[in-house]
């Protein structure tokens, strides 16, 4: 069974521009949730969706904003990219509720210039 | 505002004996607790949890303790093996409404487990 997929694994981009990062979860996991870690700390949560809805937010700007398509798999979009921005992004799949569900893909390093 | 906190950035054990890996949370509404193993370039991957309702969950080599009333929990490894050598994410586990959650993550600690 394939695990949750990212793309890509790693993407540079300069200050100012957009990044798309997408998902692909568990086959049979509704929920996809979305995480920063930026290095020295611990991931930390953006956001999460199920069944296409927004269910939480983090604390971040109105720069990020992510969406859920038919089939459960997620993008992630940021605009006007920051140095700051500068991370590994991770996604993670669950079934609702099951906490120790959570299983987390490789990650996309972002790179901001 | 840290609400998980592992302040020990980095622990080295001798191969064979145990590691002990320790957060702290301030929450006293986390109703689930999580440790997370992750090695470079990989996402973290699950290790043991363990419900607000019990204080040990045992698994293989893996014990993890909580101490509700100290909000402490702690991850017992034994015996520890180089393999083990990773970061260590301690997590807890935030109910957004309904049957939705998120995690809150410590800062990690790297063990360092000596051959």
């Known amino acids: 069974d394939a695990g949750v997929t990212q793309s890509p694994t790693h993407l540079i981009k300069t200050r100012g521009q957009h990044v798309t990062l997408r998902c692909s979860p568990i086959s049979g996991h509704k929920s996809v949730s979305w995480y920063q870690q930026v290095l020295g700390q611990g991931p930390q949560f953006i956001f999460q969706?199920?069944?296409?809805?927004?269910?939480g937010r983090g604390n971040f700007p109105d720069r990020f904003s992510a969406r859920q398509f038919p089939n459960y798999s997620s993008e992630l979009n940021v605009n006007a990219l920051l140095l700051g921005d500068s991370a590994l992004y991770l996604c993670a799949s669950s079934l609702p509720g099951v906490t120790y569900g959570y299983t987390f893909g490789s990650g996309t390093r972002l790179t901001v210039v | 505002d840290q609400q998980v906190k592992q302040n020990s950035p980095s622990l080295s054990v001798q191969e064979g004996r145990i590691s002990i890996l320790n957060c702290d949370y301030t929450?006293?509404?986390?109703?689930?607790f999580l440790w997370y193993k992750k090695y470079p370039a990989e996402g973290p991957t699950f290790l043991i949890s363990i419900s607000s309702i019990k204080d040990k969950n045992e698994d293989g080599r893996f014990t993890v303790f909580l101490n509700k009333s100290a909000k402490h929990l702690s991850l017992h490894i034994v015996p520890s093996q180089p393999g083990d050598s990773a970061v260590y994410f301690c997590a807890a586990s935030d109910a957004l409404g309904g049957a939705t959650n998120k995690l809150i993550f410590g800062t990690g600690t790297l063990l360092a487990v000596q051959p």
């Open positions: 969706y199920y069944e296409k809805e927004e269910r």
């Open positions: 929450n006293s509404m986390f109703d689930y």
